[in-house]
């Protein structure tokens, strides 16, 4: 620890240079290889705001604690505002730095914003303490965003005393609350679906994605977002886990299966996910619904709408843009997805949040032509998104970085949660198996939150 503590002190020294040079507050950084973490112990053990990651494969996991650093952007240039903004903070750094963001649906346009006045429309945070594991190497990052109004002796001692806190705390077994229905969302539901057949039948879109709210009251004790978490790493195998929670009583989490775009240097990851089939118990049955959904003209209909945007939305940046011609099958705990992945390979030097904003939302989350579907959306659904729906992930300081498409979510604040699905609607949809789809997509959340029992979840994975 004598090593790190000097190197800190080196690069604090280094910034508080140039933010008295530069007449502006400058992100100070260092990174070291620590023992094995338990992120989920972390985030009990621990009064700060919290931000997590972990991908399908489980060999990436990211928990940042506390804010170095917090940017923000509102209205429809909220994607360039944020890049710009970062651009500025994160050529200052020399070491390797991460931030995590997210981003609204759409402008938040509802008197039930409030609920997620805590996240805006586009945020980005550099947190204070940055856990994170790729495979076996284990290391912690520190960052402070250091001013020339403080000493660097100042800024050393709030570092240590934080670390301090952090290895002392011990927490007691978290509790999960009790729940009291609030509102179940079948109604709005469908009436949302009426809307968007009519809007498809007048030929306005080929398809709009259409969204369900369940809200709950909770128990006047706190929310276990440790042990919920935990529950959906242990449970949903082949599902992104996330978490944004900015202040102890708020935060926006969920599992999703559908990756929005990975980048790293010119390469770029990112796959078409949409066509739903419940997973059955036994193996016989999966492997005949596997093959009922690769062979369903409605599914594949929604699924090559989804292939077809994504591919547009790439062309402008692309050199080259490779897929596989027909759908795979994605098997997740309780349901089975076609999946078609995409690779790209940039021809320009195009940003991280650019490519984003490009492919947000994609037509299984929005729909098909993207802007017609957004603007419908306003006006069918009756309540704010908010973050359902849209991307979440982390970005570095050299501009690499992965965002998920924030499905399979919830929302907590304060005494209030809310549970959010969705459903592809085309012309031969139809509204009983749409809505039954949203209890499926529901479940996970509900079966982590204690609302529902936890299911078997069918057959091993392949």
Not at 69 to 89: C, I, M, N
Not at 293 to 302: A, M, S, V
Not at 429 to 445: A, F, Y
């Amino acid at each position: 620890m004598p090593d790190t503590q000097t190197h800190i002190k080196q690069r604090i020294e280094q910034a508080h240079k140039r933010a008295r040079a530069w007449q502006r507050p400058v992100l100070a950084s260092y990174t070291w290889e620590i023992s094995e973490f338990d992120a989920f112990q972390i985030i009990q053990n621990t009064d700060s705001s919290h931000y997590y990651f972990m991908t399908p494969d489980r060999s990436l996991e990211m928990l940042g604690c506390g804010d170095a650093l917090v940017l923000t952007a509102s209205g429809p240039e909220r994607f360039q505002r944020l890049q710009y903004d970062w651009s500025l903070h994160r050529r200052d750094v020399d070491a390797k730095v991460y931030a995590f963001s997210g981003f609204s649906f759409d402008t938040f346009i509802r008197p039930q914003k409030n609920m997620w006045d805590s996240f805006g429309e586009a945020s980005l945070v550099v947190p204070k303490f940055l856990y994170r594991r790729h495979n076996d190497t284990y290391t912690l990052t520190v960052a402070t965003l250091v001013s020339a109004k403080q000493s660097v002796e100042q800024y050393l001692i709030q570092l240590a005393e934080q670390l301090a806190l952090f290895s002392s705390l011990h927490s007691s077994e978290e509790q999960y609350p009790a729940y009291t229905q609030v509102k179940d969302g079948v109604d709005h539901f469908k009436s949302s679906f009426q809307q968007a057949k009519q809007h498809i039948e007048e030929e306005q879109v080929e398809k709009i994605v259409i969204a369900r709210e369940e809200i709950y009251q909770r128990s006047d004790i706190d929310f276990p977002f440790s042990r919920t978490l935990r529950h959906l790493a242990e449970h949903q195998e082949g599902s992104y886990v996330y978490l944004y929670q900015p202040k102890k009583d708020v935060g926006f989490f969920g599992a999703t299966p559908e990756r929005l775009i990975h980048k790293h240097g010119a390469a770029i990851q990112t796959a078409a996910i949409a066509g739903t089939a419940k997973r059955p118990d036994t193996e016989i049955e999966a492997e005949a619904t596997k093959e009922q959904l690769l062979q369903d003209p409605k599914n594949r209909e929604e699924h090559q709408i989804v292939v077809k945007d994504i591919k547009q939305a790439l062309s402008p940046y692309a050199a080259s843009i490779q897929s596989f011609e027909t759908p795979q099958i994605l098997a997740n705990r309780s349901v089975f997805h076609l999946h078609t992945p995409i690779h790209a390979v940039l021809e320009s030097n195009t940003s991280l949040l650019s490519l984003v904003e490009s492919l947000h939302p994609t037509p299984a989350l929005g729909g098909s032509p993207k802007r017609t579907s957004v603007r419908l959306l306003r006006e069918i659904e009756r309540f704010d998104r908010g973050w359902y729906g849209s991307p979440f992930g982390w970005i570095d300081n050299e501009g690499d970085g992965e965002y998920v498409v924030a499905i399979r979510s919830a929302l907590v604040n304060q005494q209030f949660v809310s549970v959010y699905a969705g459903c592809g609607i085309v012309k031969d949809s139809q509204l009983h198996l749409e809505l039954e789809e949203t209890e499926i997509k529901l479940s996970p959340i509900k079966q982590a939150l204690q609302l529902v029992e936890s299911q078997p979840g069918g057959v091993s994975h392949e």
